[in-house]
């Protein structure tokens, strides 16, 4: 079992950043793929970016490409969302997730832990 707690979302206006954390606990963290969702009002839940177990291989959506990136520190337990150049169509809830295998993935279902999300707030 893994439990996952996102923190980090907050109100800022376009063009700012914001850096989104997620801190895992309850198994040892160094093999499984991480990945980050988000969802709008209104919206299906969609996939944001997603990193390996050890860092070496990640994958974006392509609007988020050049200005997201994903990281993690398996020694903290934890995986980063730096978010740059935010648009007011970055507003959504943001889901930090875990699936049980090493390699990356982009879809929702092939992650089995998720956490309770944090929200931004991108104003124009």
């Known amino acids: 079992q893994v439990q996952l707690v996102e923190s980090g979302g907050g109100l800022v206006q376009a063009g700012e950043s914001l850096r989104l954390s997620c801190v895992a606990s309850?198994?040892?963290?160094?093999?499984?793929?991480m990945g980050w969702f988000r969802q709008a009002p209104g919206k299906e839940r969609e996939f944001v970016s997603t990193i390996n177990g050890s860092g070496g291989t990640t994958n974006y959506a392509d609007s988020v490409k050049g200005r997201f990136t994903i990281s993690r520190d398996n020694a903290k337990n934890t995986v980063y969302l730096q978010m740059n150049s935010l648009k007011p169509e970055d507003t959504a809830v943001y889901y930090c997730a875990a699936r049980s295998e090493f390699v990356v993935s982009t879809k929702t279902r092939e992650y089995a832990y998720w956490g309770q999300g944090t929200r931004v707030t991108v104003s124009s």
């Open positions: 309850g198994r040892a963290f160094s093999s499984p793929a």
